[in-house]
């Protein structure tokens, strides 16, 4: 039954993305080439990932226990073990879900590629549409990801020092920030100009 309802909700983002492709081209129309090249070089987004956008990641053991800096030597073969457990559960939710992920990725990015120049609300508002009919296909997998984690944390509490269980937390948190998309940034250079020019002028 969940096979169907993924299936059907990625048929309707592929709907929407016919039409966004028709819309988008009658937009182009009317925007200039030069200012389309400007619109796609400030604009230009990260791909879509549909693994990292449910929070799929793997942790480095060896790259964490140097972070930790275990006292304990004791501590150090159950946090190695955890790590293990958490990292394989991960790689069978991956595995699990990968035909999903695929197809996610396809139709996104797909998407974001043929409105990429526009600015037309309309465009907009349909690319926010697919992003809101992906997210809902990833929510169940994000929330299975989110136990694990919780899980994790959960046992090595047990396990850590207060100052180690810091550094930990600090860190999974820092991992984590790697998987959120970067805001592309603005050409602000005309703006800036503009508002030179009024302050010379005495406006």
Do not use: C
């Not at 800096?69 to 699990?96: C, G």
């Not at 820092?174 to 009024?198: H, V």
């Amino acid at each position: 039954m969940m096979k169907k309802i993924v299936y059907l909700i990625i048929i309707l983002i592929g709907v929407s993305m016919h039409a966004q492709a028709q819309g988008a081209g009658r937009g182009q129309e009317r925007v200039r080439p030069d200012q389309q090249r400007l619109n796609q070089q400030n604009r230009k987004p990260r791909a879509f990932k549909a693994s990292e956008v449910a929070g799929l990641f793997f942790y480095d053991i060896d790259k964490v226990l140097k972070k930790l800096n275990l006292k304990n030597d004791k501590s150090k073969p159950l946090v190695v073990s955890l790590l293990k457990k958490y990292n394989a559960q991960i790689k069978e939710i991956e595995f699990s879900n990968a035909d999903t992920f695929t197809n996610l990725n396809k139709i996104v990015n797909a998407e974001m590629k043929s409105i990429r120049a526009q600015g037309n609300n309309r465009v907009n508002n349909q690319r926010g549409l697919t992003r809101e009919k992906a997210q809902e296909i990833i929510r169940p997998i994000r929330q299975k990801v989110r136990k694990n984690e919780k899980n994790l944390n959960d046992a090595l509490k047990d396990i850590l020092t207060e100052k180690e269980l810091k550094k930990w937390l600090k860190y999974q948190k820092t991992e984590k920030d790697k998987l959120k998309p970067k805001r592309p940034q603005r050409n602000n250079s005309q703006g800036q100009g503009q508002r030179g020019n009024r302050q010379r002028g005495g406006f």
